[in-house]
């Protein structure tokens, strides 16, 4: 497997700003969204995590460039906006957009069917990541407990409407490739 370089836009040209204002932009309104609405509503037991939806369509669409700085800025959104004050989830999401943006350009395709595989994939590290963070941080933690009110609905939360986040970041993605690559 030979890596390609790809050539480098210049940093401050128009395509670049664009692509930063509006990911910067979805990015933001997601982690509001995800902080706000979903935390606030009683109807779902636990929140999901759009911003590892945001960030895993970003790094699918775009690449691993894309995805490690879509994750960086999607978890300062996230603990500036009702976070743990740990700062820990910015190094998360860039690990799961650079990752898993590899991923898609050497071994799989740019498709719902590849990006749900990488979701499942990445929303079970997350839950993983959340099981560590509450037994870390929890006094009088019960895993089972835990686990059926938090842990799973969290995980199919995630998935659920990831789904749709998808379908918006690659409407976000698509002025900036060539009509072939995303199709």
């Not at 690990?95 to 990488?118: E, K």
């Not at 560590?132 to 939360?157: D, K, M, Q, W």
């Amino acid at each position: 497997m030979e890596i390609k370089d790809q050539p480098k836009e210049p940093l401050l040209s128009s395509k670049t700003v664009g692509r930063c204002l509006l990911f910067g932009a979805l990015l933001f309104l997601t982690a509001a969204c995800q902080v706000s609405f979903f935390a606030a509503t009683a109807i779902f037991p636990a929140t999901p995590d759009l911003l590892l939806a945001a960030v895993m369509g970003l790094a699918v669409c775009n690449g691993e460039r894309t995805g490690a700085v879509s994750g960086i800025a999607a978890g300062v959104f996230a603990e500036a906006l009702g976070g743990t004050g740990i700062m820990l989830m910015p190094v998360f999401y860039m690990l799961a957009g650079y990752v898993f943006g590899i991923v898609t350009r050497f071994f799989l395709n740019r498709n719902f069917l590849s990006w749900m595989v990488y979701m499942l994939i990445a929303a079970l590290s997350r839950a993983v990541w959340s099981l560590l963070h509450l037994a870390a941080t929890e006094t009088g933690f019960n895993f089972v407990s835990v686990f059926s009110r938090i842990i799973t609905p969290e995980f199919l939360l995630t998935v659920l409407f990831s789904i749709p986040m998808y379908f918006i970041c690659r409407l976000c993605a698509r002025p900036f490739h060539r009509k072939s690559e995303l199709e």
